[in-house]
């Protein structure tokens, strides 16, 4: 995949995280400064936690702004009381939007992930390409969620770092057959995919069930 192709994938993938991160940030009614850092952490959270990983060091978000200035625009875009209205009137505008924008973040840092590991020198192993893939879709999410006080949602919702692992998988098995670009694309529409059917057909992982202490 070339540079521009894979900059293009960024930068929806940006837009789409930010957009969650900022939706998040206005259902906990926080200030536009909580509104912004929710946006931006939820954008370049995960690639930064990959760029740790990879030994690419500073990150990527930290020698190139555009990313950043990108979720910082789309938050602030977000916190336009016009476009709050919008989204907060009915709920279930606030639902599709939410999932429809994380659901597409999360397939496009799956594959990006992928991609900058393999163009990062070094060892390409496939524990490796498929860990960084999935580290890089769910890390933003997990940081967002941890700030604005909920559980994670790979820890509680219905296959979400799920889908993000077996579109990685997808991605690094298709890569030596049919190329960068086939695998990316490949990768990214088994994500997605997986992420959308399972928030409608609420498939889920077994969870546990803990029984009430009984009272003496």
Known sequence: ???TIRLVFELIGTVAFAASGAIVALSK??????VVTLGVVTAVGGGVIRDLILGNNPPATFRNPLYALVAIGVSVILFIPWVRK??????RVYEIVMLVMDSLGLG????????????TEGE????????????TGVGGGVIRDLLAGNTPFILVKHFYASASL????VCVVLWHYLGSFAASAGGMVVTIILRLLAARYHWSLPKSEM???VSK
């Open 1 to 3: 995949m070339t540079i």
């Open 29 to 34: 009614k926080m200030d536009i400064f909580g």
């Open 86 to 91: 919008i989204l907060f009137h009915k709920p």
């Open 108 to 119: 496009i840092f799956t594959v990006v992930g992928i991609q900058v590991a393999h163009s």
């Open 124 to 135: 390409h192993n496939a524990f490796l390409l498929v860990f960084v893939g999935m580290i």
């Open 166 to 169: 077996i579109g990685a998988v």
């Open 211 to 213: 029984e009430e202490p």
